[in-house]
Structures are given as C-alpha cells and as structure tokens.
C-alpha cells in the first residue's frame, strides 16, 4: 500500500470508529481479492471498501465499483464469513476525494452480495 493509500485507509478506519464500528481486521485477503476494512456495527459485520480519487478526470471515487468488482467484493466476503462465523452483514462504501479525513462521504449498503 502506498503511504497516501494508508492514510486515507487509517482516516477512514478512524471515521468509522467515531460513528460507532470497531475494527475486525485491515487488509483481509484471500484467493478471491481483499477487503480493505472489515468492521463491526452492533451484531452486523460490514464489510467497507474504501475509494480514494484525487483526481475526478477519470471519474468519481465511487464510479469504479462495478459489477465485476461487487462480485470479487461479495465472494471474498463470503470467503471471510465461513471463516470467522457467518453472521449477518452488509456492503458499505466508503468514498473519499482525499485521503484526509473532511472529504469522507459514507454510502450504507451500498450494493447487494
């Protein structure tokens, strides 16, 4: 990860926090792709993938989460669940225009597994 990933990264796990979730685990990767946060949020595990886009030119941060990537998203969770418990959880977005923390927009339920 490079040093402006990780901040934005430890931003968003710090704004996340202060709205109430705590930290599961960071970077969780399996054969299917990583997730970058996964977070509890009273009995529900969220999983939260974090985009970060300096620059719009190629669109916002949230533009890039396509299908394709909701369904490697979907499985590496489910990859994740069958590993620790399966439990209820939910997909959230968590968007940033910069890795600092005032630019932090947070989409709940952002996609369906």
Avoid: P, W
Avoid at 3 to 29: D, F, T
């Amino acid at each position: 990860m490079n040093n402006l990933g990780g901040h934005a990264e430890k931003n968003a796990e710090n704004y996340l926090i202060i709205q109430g979730l705590s930290l599961l685990k960071q970077n969780y990767s399996c054969k299917y792709g990583e997730i970058d946060l996964i977070m509890r949020d009273g009995n529900t595990t969220v999983f939260e993938e974090l985009r970060l886009r300096s620059n719009s030119a190629f669109g916002s941060a949230g533009s890039n989460i396509t299908k394709s990537k909701q369904s490697k998203f979907s499985r590496t969770a489910e990859h994740y669940l069958q590993q620790n418990g399966n439990v209820g959880c939910k997909f959230d977005a968590v968007l940033m225009s910069k890795a600092d923390a005032t630019s932090i927009e947070r989409i709940k339920n952002a996609f369906d597994s």
